[in-house]
Structure formats: structure tokens, C-alpha cells
């Protein structure tokens, strides 16, 4: 698979540049890459919930409990970047009983099992797809800091856009949809019958 280099090399041949010979070379072409390359690894990554960067952890619960609105609170992973899910319940649905806040993550439930999206640095680990989304996304943050028209720069944003859609899709189908039923009185099953608690 690609090393840091390639893929640097990658993201240069989209605007141009020539390439470089070691991304840890002296040059404003590598220190401009290596400035960049942290803050869109982490920003491509947390963009979806890639499976080769997906890990599965059982929390340690933190000795003080949160000031409020929380019963418990639990230390994240140190590769955590995006949660996913928490005691099979998946981040962002409307009765999540949980929360990432201040570094730690914060439950009313007494443990906490959780599937994560984790930092991978080794490019070896990186999907093909990811890969190309990445290279694109590291042109449009380096392009700008070697000069290049504001046109070329807002083409290569599209094009970052465009493969990272195209790269989720093709992870996501991958997956087996994680289906968990509804439990008798929930609010599913009040809504079926025709009853929504926040309206009557």
C-alpha cells in the first residue's frame, strides 16, 4: 500500500507540483504537506464511519461523576476521533442517552460499550478509496500555501467533495445495517399507533 510520501506525492500531481523525494525533506513543498497532513487525516476520518478505521472498546468509568444532567462519565480510547455508537445505540438518533463532552464521554447507564471511528496514522491500513478522498482534501489545504489560483483551488475542493462521497458509499456498502428492534412502549411503537408524546 501507499507510504506518506506517495500519498503526499498523490496530492501534489492534482494542482501540479513536482514531486518530492521524502516527506520529511527541508523543502517548503514537504513543510507545507506536513503541515497540513494531521488536521485532514482527522478530518477525513471523522467525516464518515470508515470501516477499516472502526474499533470496538469497553470504557473505564471515571471516579467522579458529571456536576449534572449525567449519571456517569467514562475515559474515551486516546486513538478516539468520532463516536459511532454506545451500548448499541447509534450516535445522533433522538433519544440517545449518552454524550461526548470535554474529552470523556458521559451515559445515564451504568457501562458503557462502545463502536468508535479511531485515528489510523500507518497509510499501509488506509482503504484505496480513502486514500484518494485524502489526497484530494490534503491538495486543497497545501494548494493554497504554494500559491494557487483561487479557480484551480476551488476545483479541487469539488473534487475532494465528490470523492469522498463516492468513497462513503462504497465503504458503507460493505456494512451490514445494524438493525435493533423496537421495544413494546417505546416511542416507535407509540407512533404506530397513532401517538406522538410530543404533540398528543
Not at 518530492?20 to 488536521?39: F, K, L, S
Not at 476520518?45 to 472502526?54: D, P
Request: net charge negative; glycine share 6%.
Amino acid at each position: 500500500m501507499a507510504s506518506r510520501t506517495a500519498v503526499a506525492n498523490l496530492a501534489l500531481g492534482h494542482f501540479g507540483q513536482y514531486r518530492i523525494d521524502d516527506i520529511d525533506e527541508r523543502t517548503p513543498t514537504a513543510e507545507a504537506v506536513r503541515d497540513c497532513w494531521d488536521i485532514c487525516q482527522d478530518s477525513v476520518l471523522r467525516a464518515h464511519h470508515w470501516n477499516f478505521a472502526t474499533a470496538i472498546a469497553v470504557l473505564t468509568q471515571l471516579a467522579t461523576a458529571p456536576v449534572f444532567g449525567w449519571t456517569y462519565q467514562w475515559t474515551l480510547p486516546s486513538d478516539f476521533l468520532k463516536l459511532v455508537s454506545c451500548n448499541d445505540v447509534f450516535s445522533g438518533v433522538r433519544d440517545t442517552e449518552f454524550t461526548v463532552r470535554g474529552g470523556v464521554l458521559c451515559t445515564r447507564e451504568n457501562k458503557a460499550q462502545i463502536e468508535y471511528v479511531k485515528r489510523i496514522t500507518a497509510c499501509e491500513l488506509w482503504d484505496p478509496q480513502f486514500v484518494e478522498a485524502f489526497a484530494l482534501k490534503l491538495a486543497e489545504m497545501v494548494a493554497p500555501r504554494l500559491s494557487l489560483s483561487g479557480g484551480k483551488a476551488a476545483d479541487l475542493a469539488d473534487r475532494a467533495r465528490r470523492a469522498g462521497a463516492s468513497a462513503a458509499h462504497s465503504d458503507a456498502i460493505d456494512s451490514r445495517p445494524h438493525v435493533r428492534r423496537a421495544e413494546d412502549g417505546s416511542r416507535y411503537h407509540q407512533a404506530i399507533r397513532g401517538w406522538d408524546p410530543d404533540i398528543g
